[in-house]
């Protein structure tokens, strides 16, 4: 049985198996979660990034889809990279943010993680409402095959913590 923790705090700071970062299609970086799991990560995370989208990902990681590399200089032995859909007030991307984390879970007992920690993927630039993106996170994990220990959700300040506090006791 999974267990499932929550932490407030910089992701990049965490110990786990595999960090999960929330990034973009390219892959090559950008802001966020994305920007400090790179500076922290160093460049072999970047130089993995690149030989994916040379290889495998030749037009990128699309939406929903997850991909693991070295975690580089982190305190983790992977980085597992995923591509959160863009909120939309028309369109129901749900499936597409939940996909994130079970796809980021499978990659994760492929490679024989034991804990994983995950942020709040698709709340920050991509404008996700954080309530509705915990209840999706805490859906997709409770609902995923138990393939690894821990699921650690490291969120970066109160109101993101208070938001999946409260999903985790409304079961
Ligand atoms: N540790 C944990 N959580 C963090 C950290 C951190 N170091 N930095 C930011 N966050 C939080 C944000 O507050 C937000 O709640 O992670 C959540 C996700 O925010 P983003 O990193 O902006 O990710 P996302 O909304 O999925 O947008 C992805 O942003 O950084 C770019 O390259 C990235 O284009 C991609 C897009």
Redesign the pocket.
Known sequence: MTSITLVQ?????QHADALVN???S?LL?????????HRRGGPAVLAECRALRASRYGKGLPTGQAVATTAGDLDARWVIHT??P?WSPTEDRSDLLASCYRESLRVAGELGARTVAF??????????P?RDAARIALEAVRSAPAAVEEVRF????TS?YEAFARQLDDR
């Open positions: 705090g910089d992701i990049t700071r929330a990034a973009n390219s970086g950008g802001g966020g979660v994305d920007g400090a799991i591509v959160g863009v942020p709040a993927i698709s709340t920050g630039v991509y404008r996700w954080m490291v969120l970066f300040d993101a």
